[in-house]
């Protein structure tokens, strides 16, 4: 068993849990925040067998577009990265974490 822990835009969140859903896994959707933009990111918690991996990392990656984003102000400032100006960064698709699990259990 293994727990595939998903960043994924909350724009792209809805297709993503869809997808997952038809596809018949379970998954947890938890309400985050990037450390970086501070801006709202969706965290999904996905329990799958070992051999199912690969399909729910091909259904994340279908459905997480990349964009970009600008670095406010206020960030670059704080962190005092090049001359102050706003920065364009690239956003997701998704990033994944992929975990071995001991033990599943449901009561
Ligand atoms: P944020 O931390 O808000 O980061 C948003 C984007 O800003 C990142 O996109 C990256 O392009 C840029 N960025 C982040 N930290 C940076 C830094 N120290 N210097 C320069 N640019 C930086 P992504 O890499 O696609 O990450 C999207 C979101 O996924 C992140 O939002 C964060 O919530 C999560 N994430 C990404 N990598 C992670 C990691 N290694 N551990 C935990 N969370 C991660």
Excluded: H
Aim: aromatic share 4%; proline share 2%; net charge positive.
């Amino acid at each position: 068993m293994k727990l595939i822990i998903g960043i994924v835009a909350t724009d792209d969140c809805n297709n993503v849990v869809k997808s997952l859903i038809k596809n018949d896994y379970f998954c947890t959707r938890l309400t985050s925040t990037g450390g970086f933009l501070r801006k709202g990111n969706t965290v999904i918690l996905i329990g799958a067998k070992a051999t199912e991996v690969d399909k729910v990392i091909k259904i994340i990656e279908k459905e997480s577009k990349t964009r970009k984003a600008m670095v406010p102000s206020s960030v670059v400032d704080e962190y005092g990265m090049t001359t102050g100006a706003p920065i364009e960064v690239t956003v997701g698709g998704a990033t994944l974490f992929i975990l071995d699990v001991k033990k599943t259990v449901k009561l």
